[in-house]
């Protein structure tokens, strides 16, 4: 089977066999290795890409489903080589211990702050209630979701 679908702002042409996970065509076909395998069953988010600005857990996607369609991964949330401000957030707060799961988890935070530019804490749990952190950094992830809102509305460097 091929098919052609957009990921990064890239057209991807792809030959694959029928029921191949979106997350083995973007490792494996694609080498964009930053979407992490975890659990192969929707129980971790490591897998978290976007798929026409949805948060998807490419594990269990079927890449067949996906001619046409746009797939934001890690890789392309920054562009120049520049650190957006979610990503920089992450780094100020040292949100990330091993970091396995932080590629997941900074593609549904990008999600809620596309939607939501002031989120409350709840709203961020919510968003990131598909996802988790082995390492329990979990208040210092909220806590940078928190700070990228801010300095992303201009309220905070
Ligand atoms: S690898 Fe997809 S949810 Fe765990
Ligand atoms: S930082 Fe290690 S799993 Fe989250």
Known sequence: MSLSFTVNGETRTVEAAAGTSLLDVLRNHLGLVGTRFGCGLEQCGSCMVLVDGEPVHACSRDVSTLAGRTVTTIEGLS?????????????????GQCGYCLSG?????????????RPSRADIVAALDRHLCRCGAHQRILRAVERAAAVMRGEAG
């Open 79 to 95: 562009s120049d080589g520049k650190r957006q401000p979610l990503q920089q957030a992450f780094l100020d707060e040292q949100a």
């Open 105 to 117: 988890i900074l593609i549904s935070a990008k999600a809620l702050l596309d939607r939501n530019p």
